[in-house]
């Protein structure tokens, strides 16, 4: 799975998972790059610790690329 590159728009909830860098880190749902008017409100998610995260809005799975 590719990384995700966060400097280009996309749509909000458009994939079910998505692999992020350190660099985008602190993680929140929807992605800084996303559509909002469309998606679910911004939730803070913790993936530092186990290297993935899951939305509990949209259900989405965030994976930490090494």
């Not at 350190?22 to 559509?35: E, G, Q, T």
Request: net charge negative; glycine share 4%.
């Amino acid at each position: 799975m590719a990384t995700v590159d966060t400097s280009k728009p996309m749509p909000a909830n458009a994939e079910n998972q998505y692999t992020i860098n350190r660099s985008d880190l602190p993680l929140h749902c929807p992605l800084p790059n996303m559509s909002l008017w469309n998606s679910h409100p911004k939730v803070f998610l913790p993936i530092e610790e186990k290297g993935e995260a899951k939305c509990p809005y949209c259900g989405a799975h965030y994976s930490l690329a090494e």
